[in-house]
């Protein structure tokens, strides 16, 4: 079935630094799916990538697709205190209708 | 704009106690999920559901049991408590899943097992 591997696991950056986070899958991607945990809350949606080069920007999170490298990329930029937490991707475990599976997560940390 | 409620967020079981989590939306999602994080390995699938009346095995089904009899609710049940249960629980619907449609999260049920 679907793996999905993050890296890093966890970062620290400046506030106002852009970084960028990244999902790689075991299989072919049929569609993509970042969420965004504050610590000890459930998880916030917060793009869903479906086609290959697909690119979708929210606020200043701008998420990729690269299926031809299985891939997803996940860039903030000018990072903000408020973009502290856990995100996570996810993705369809077995391909089309079936429930997503996600990687372990990305710990973010903002310092001033 | 309630969404996916848990009951309850917090709870402390002994070994071999039983209990029952509640996961509750209002949204008539056909598909319900749980999952279980634990530190260092993320969000695992335990059970889940396609339908009213229906359940599935996730990817860590052991020591837990579901059912699906009215289409908002899905119970997940511990029989006999273990220390490895010991985790945050969170139940997921959606419309479908997979394709085109996200996941909706309750936000948690923290469960100690000592």
């Known amino acids: 079935s679907q793996e999905l591997e993050q890296s890093p696991q966890s970062l620290i950056v400046q506030e106002g630094k852009n970084l960028t986070i990244n999902c790689t899958s075991s299989k072919t991607l049929y569609g993509l799916y970042w969420y965004k945990q504050k610590y000890g809350e459930g998880l916030i949606f917060l793009m869903m990538l479906q086609k290959g080069g697909e690119e979708k920007s929210h606020e200043k999170i701008t998420a990729k697709l690269d299926e031809k490298k299985q891939q997803s990329s996940l860039h903030i930029t000018a990072s903000q205190p408020s973009h502290a937490g856990i995100y996570l991707c996810?993705?369809?475990?077995?391909?089309?209708?079936?429930?997503?599976?996600f990687g372990k997560g990305t710990r973010l940390s903002v310092i001033a | 704009n309630a969404g996916v409620t848990q009951t309850p967020k917090f709870r402390v079981l002994k070994t071999g106690q039983s209990m029952t989590l509640l996961c509750a939306q209002d949204?008539?999602?056909?598909?319900m999920y749980w999952y279980r994080q634990d530190p260092g390995m993320g969000l695992r699938l335990i059970h889940y559901s396609v339908g009213e009346g229906t359940t599935a095995k996730g990817e860590v089904p052991d020591g837990y049991n579901v059912s699906r009899l009215k289409k908002q609710n899905f119970l997940l049940g511990l029989e006999s408590a273990a220390p490895s249960q010991t985790s945050v629980y969170f139940c997921?619907?959606?419309?479908?899943?997979?394709?085109?449609?996200?996941?909706?999260f309750g936000q948690g049920t923290r469960l100690t097992v000592v």
């Open positions: 996810g993705a369809p475990k077995g391909g089309g209708n079936t429930p997503l599976v």
């Open positions: 997921a619907s959606s419309y479908f899943p997979g394709r085109n449609t996200e996941a909706f």
């Open positions: 949204m008539n999602h056909e598909y």
